[in-house]
């Protein structure tokens, strides 16, 4: 009876979140969604599903596709199969998770203070000295707090009913969570009878716990209610409506570089009354753009002056700057040292294994195995300037092998993983597809905060690997069910 | 709030009434042009001047009048920046600045009023088509201001909206009159003149007050009235008492929210008592074009003032 509504799997051995690995079989957390599908009409739900994406465009849920016209705004597709994980595997996860990003925190610490890691010869001096994402004028600095990431997402991806990976840490400004929240208001109004029949843990109030946790790294002079403001490049930002759904949400204000600027010795913001300071800045402004005076003098987005603010203890700035050396692709595959050598335990989640083409060996092995890898360079991101081997044409794999040889060191390898798959909603029934999976974390002096779940990620196209918004991916509600 | 934000407020509602306007003038236009035999040209320019687009459009065109040019001029043309597009697409573009200060009821009002007309005028519109892309366009704007007044706060974010509003309708309401004063002048024709009666309907039907007039007036329009009703008539809501009235009441507002008086409210309620002081006769003798004038450069006197006080921008 599955068979007829489940597309036939194209490779074996594939897991399967819903059927296994077989696809044979309803997995635990999946039991009643199943018995709920089975009873529903498929006109209904694809009604359902134009349904949502009429919801989406009306809300402005889109986002600005960057090389195309000026005022092209796509939707994320939604997918309204649900994506679901028990409370167990959850319990395990969010265990590596907090243990992951205190690691990461307290690596960032480290690195911008004594560097005992490097010291430790567990770490090469280069990869902090050589790397872009090292960011010298934070040297001896302390945000308030110790914090470094306020926000994190880290991407996992999963092989098997208990193995998952860590793919990238997002230790800079971290995106997806507005349609982590949307995802499931949207499910709450299309299928409420989902929610009553299985008991998921809710996430509605992530964005008061980031206005918590934001107001909770307040420098130490500030008042006992801090002034708490989201930093946007603007309305043509490709992340722009998240910008304004957090602001909207914690009811705080959207602020431009053009509304800032410093008045005796704080960032102040532009209000119809005069200026008025801010003690908290969530920013969705890249590093280089924060500060036209200390770092891109042509950067328009930013605050001139603001890095000898922050310096002074004047702002907090969150995520603070330089947090990009540790999610770096290179740093990546010294994670798990960095985990053991800061929490003094066995790192819980996995890295995917990988080859560092910096290495003469590793690079050897890559170039010979090509057609086998998947190929990142080291500061790319959004899934672009990539190789996918078992995917490309012989062209494009020598193509990327001339790249790869005039600049090793921009590159590091991963074998080609067996990504999990999760069921979509076709036109012909459900159709397996790959996934992957966000969980925000919220970091606060006294407690890290991980919102069950958090945003699926699914490749719409059969087969494909590419989950990125910006390449024809789309999104799911992830539940995470009460044990 | 942000001085930025006030300024998205503003202008978001100026530009959303400044599409409405555009499209009761251009039915106007076509409504004369029906009643007329002959040529049409010195109205569709009058048209154009009203809504401030002749010169743009004198350099697109070379000063080659045709209704049908003059309408996708006005209607969708991206090189004019007062064309119904484009004044839907800022007001949008204003409404993402400001999405936080308003409630999802507004931004999705005005979010479907540019999805709607985006796909209205995505092409030249039909001969056929018009009657109902004009409607379609005052409609969704009627839509947003719907949205505002029945779920938004009466705070300074409403104020500045409301202000933005007014701002933009006295503008348009007297340049109408700029525009069509001399065919309310006594000395203009014999008085009662059929062509007389066709621009006296023209210049109601551009403020959508035909029966509004008729109501208070009754059924025979004397230019004296005309001007009374639009200049003075305080029940009249795009008359320019009653505009200028609003924005001082608003302004009044925020004066009490903020408890800082600033220099815009000196000029509004200048020149709010101006025109509460006024009798039409007056205006008359002193000159129906010279006040109006006068009123223009106050009006946009006013609205820079307002930005400067309240920090639009740096």
Known sequence: MLASKIETMEKPNIFDEMTGVNGDDIRAPYTDFNAWFDGEEPARLRKKQREAEDLFRLTGITFNVYGRAAASERLIPFDIVPRVISGREWARLSRGIEQRVRAINAFLYDIYHRQEIVRAGRLPAEMISKNAAFLPQMMGVSPAGGVYTHIVGIDLVRTGPDEFYVLEDNARTPSGVSYMLEN?????????????????????????????????????????????????????????????????????????????????????????????????????????????????????????????????????????????????????????????????????????????????????????????????????????????????????????????????????????????????????????????????????PDRIDITPGGLTRVALKKGSLVVNSSQGGGTKDTWVLEE | MLGKTAGGLFWMFRYLERSENTARLIEAGLRIALTRSGSTDEEWISVMQTAAVLDGYNVAYDGVVTRDQVIDWMLRDRDNPSSVLNAVEYARNNAKTVRTALTREVWEAVNECWMSLKSALARKVAERDLPH???????????????????????????????????????????????????????????????????????????SAEGGFQMAYGQDPRPREIAQFLILDRRMPRSLAFCIEKMRANLGYLMSDYQTRLPCHDLAEKLALQTMQSSIDEIFDTGLHEYIQLFLKDNALLGQQIEVDYRFTQ
Request: with cysteine.
């Open chain 1, 184 to 444: 499931r208001e949207t499910m709450l109004q299309m299928f409420p009878e989902l929610f009553a029949r299985n008991r998921v843990l809710p996430v509605s109030n992530y964005p008061k716990m980031l206005r918590r946790s934001l107001a909770a790294c307040a420098p130490a002079a500030t008042s006992d209610k801090p002034t708490v403001a989201v930093l946007t490049p603007g309305i043509y930002n490709s992340a722009y409506y998240e910008h304004s759904f957090l602001a909207d949400k914690m009811g705080v204000e959207l602020v431009e570089g053009h509304d800032l600027r410093v008045v005796d010795g704080r960032v102040a913001m532009r209000t119809t009354e005069g200026y008025k300071a801010i003690d908290v800045l969530y920013r969705r402004v890249d590093d280089d753009y924060l500060d036209p005076l200390n770092f891109n003098p042509d950067s328009q987005l930013g605050v001139p002056g603001i890095m000898d603010v922050y310096k002074a203890g004047g702002i907090t700035i969150a995520n603070a700057p330089g947090t990009g050396i540790a999610d770096d692709k290179a740093i990546y595959s010294y994670m798990p040292d960095i985990v053991e050598f800061y929490t003094g335990e066995k790192a819980i989640l996995q890295n995917v294994p990988t080859w560092r083409c910096s290495e003469p060996d590793s690079l050897a092995y890559v170039l010979d195995n090509l057609s086998e890898l998947v190929v990142k360079e080291v500061h790319g991101s959004g899934g672009y300037g990539m190789l996918i081997g078992p995917t490309a044409t012989k062209k494009d794999i020598e193509t990327f092998r001339r790249k790869l040889k005039l600049r090793p060191s921009n590159y590091i390898a991963q074998p080609t993983l067996s990504l999990s798959t999760v069921p979509i909603f076709t036109r012909s029934g459900l159709a397996p597809r790959h996934v992957d999976l966000r969980p925000f974390v919220l970091v606060s």
């Open chain 2, 133 to 207: 892309v004009l409607q379609l366009i005052r409609q969704r704007s009627a839509y947003v201001r719907g949205a505002l007044h029945g779920t938004m706060l009466r705070n300074d974010i409403y104020n500045f909206a409301r202000i933005g509003t007014f701002s933009e309708r006295a503008d348009n309401t007297a340049r109408i009159l700029d525009v069509k004063y001399y065919v309310l002048l006594p000395s203009a024709m014999a008085v009662g003149s059929s062509l007389d009666n066709v621009q006296w309907q023209t210049i109601l039907r551009s403020v």
